[in-house]
């Protein structure tokens, strides 16, 4: 049997949607990786979010909503990785840690575009496959980097845009997996 291939799919999951489940379920239906794991970033170097959940409550929500995919793991690493969580430095200390698994990286059209912007893009490109898919808005396109295109209806749903409907009273049934409405409702996130 060959090495576990996992695929590293980053965010700050605040919180974890229906679309973000359905590329990480794809990518294993498609036979692109064996795992993904879902890696909960205390802070995205492309954004300043001014009512980020702390991390331990982004992480839980994450685990519940993955509790029923045994392909699917909530990953805390980056919390105890230095401060910006940059994708280079998380993928280089996950290689270093877990020998016998190769890693993928996994993106959506909206990073993959700007992807020559990413600090230390080369060495990623270098050691490790990255898999984008289609975001509404963000065509794939060539930049001169050897991607792998994964064919995943694009949900067009944002975490962004829930927590504003969370905030409105607005129901997000059918956008998260209801594990998340619970966490949301039972602690009162994003009011």
Same mark, same amino acid.
């Given at each position: 049997m060959g090495?576990?291939?996992?695929?590293?799919?980053?965010?700050?999951?605040? *919180?974890?949607?229906?679309?973000?489940?359905?590329?990480?379920?794809k990518a294993v239906e498609l036979g692109v990786v064996d795992q993904v794991w879902l890696m909960v970033t205390p802070l995205n170097p492309?954004?300043?979010?001014?009512?980020?959940?702390?991390?331990?409550a982004r992480f839980e929500m994450v685990q519940h909503a993955v509790e029923t995919y045994p392909f699917l793991k909530a990953?805390?690493?980056?919390?105890?990785? *230095?401060? *910006?969580?940059?994708?280079s430095r998380t993928l280089r200390a996950l290689k270093e840690k877990y020998t016998d698994y190769d890693f993928s990286l996994i993106v959506g059209s909206d990073n993959w575009i700007r992807f020559r912007e990413w600090h230390d893009?080369?060495?990623?490109?270098?050691?490790?496959p990255v898999i984008t898919f289609p975001r509404d808005g963000y065509p794939i396109v060539d930049i001169g980097y050897p991607v792998k295109v994964m064919d995943v209806e694009c949900f067009d749903i944002s975490s962004t845009r829930l927590r504003s409907m969370v905030r409105s009273g607005?129901?997000?049934?059918?956008?998260? *997996?209801?594990s998340v409405v619970q966490?949301?409702?039972?602690?009162?996130?994003y009011l």
């Open positions: 090495r576990t291939r996992i695929g590293i799919y980053g965010g700050t999951f605040s *919180p974890l949607h229906n679309g973000h489940l359905r590329v990480a379920v492309w954004r300043v979010e001014e009512h980020l959940l702390d991390n331990t990953c805390d690493f980056e919390f105890s990785l *230095p401060v *910006p969580q940059y994708s893009c080369n060495y990623i490109i270098e050691n490790f607005e129901d997000i049934t059918g956008y998260v *997996p209801e966490d949301i409702k039972k602690n009162g996130y």
